[in-house]
């Protein structure tokens, strides 16, 4: 669920920021990507514990803060495409024709996108599955009794070296599900044939 919730919240605002800056440019481009890189420049995780050191811990407070940590490697990534779109020929002929700046973003560039969206989506679910256990694992995420497994680990870790299953089976998950999502990812970029 975190996963899924953070990608709809991340990706939506981090496409739209990177349309607008790659297609119009100038000082919208400035600004937007300045941002962004302000917080590229931050190590992912320790954005997300520095989020969260100012919210209780619960799992909504950790799909907001990895949330604001993922947006800006989209707009990245939109900008990226954008600014190599914008100078196709049927992009320049709808501004010939007199189409409206929304259509022609929407319309004419997204679509063009959507392959390299529809990749990064699939390799970063995977991604934030580990940094949503690594949050629960720090007491962070989710809290008891809420199942997760980063609190599954945690807790199985006072067992160990005893009990060791307790810890090892909850990371073995999360080892398959970051390797499931990035195979995906992985065979999608390989069906769409698209570079991320």
Same mark, same amino acid.
Not at 15 to 31: D, K, S
Not at 81 to 102: D, M, N, Q
Not at 145 to 166: F, H, N, R
């Given at each position: ?20 800056? @790659?297609?119009?440019? @100038?000082?919208? *481009? ?39 940590? #993922? !947006?800006? #490697?989209? +707009? ?18 709808? *501004? ?5 700046? !929304?259509?022609? %973003?929407?319309? *004419?560039?997204?679509?063009?996108? +959507?392959?390299?969206? %529809? ?19 720090? @007491? ?23 009990? !060791? !299953? ?8 999360? %080892? ?10 992985? @065979? ?9």
């Amino acid at each position: 669920m975190l996963g899924i919730v953070v990608l709809l919240l991340a990706v939506p605002v981090g496409v739209l920021l990177g349309l607008l800056a @790659g297609y119009f440019g @100038g000082r919208t *481009e400035a600004i937007i990507m300045r941002i962004t890189d302000v917080f590229l420049s931050v190590p992912p995780l320790v954005l997300a514990l520095a989020v969260l050191g100012f919210l209780p811990p619960s799992l909504f407070n950790a799909m907001i803060a990895v949330t604001v940590m #993922w !947006w800006p #490697w989209y +707009t990245r990534l939109v900008y990226n495409l954008t600014r190599s779109v914008r100078t196709e020929g049927f992009v320049i002929a709808a *501004e010939v024709i007199g189409a409206p700046k !929304w259509h022609i %973003l929407f319309r *004419e560039v997204l679509p063009n996108c +959507t392959p390299s969206i %529809l990749t990064k989506m699939t390799l970063d679910m995977g991604f934030v599955i580990l940094v949503g256990s690594s949050l629960s694992f720090l @007491g962070l995420g989710v809290q008891p009794p809420t199942p997760d497994l980063g609190s599954m680990v945690a807790e199985g870790a006072k067992y160990l070296p005893d009990q !060791w !299953w307790i810890s090892v089976f909850p990371g073995l998950a999360v %080892l398959i599900c970051v390797l499931g999502f990035n195979l995906l990812g992985d @065979g999608l970029r390989d069906l769409l044939d698209v570079e991320v």
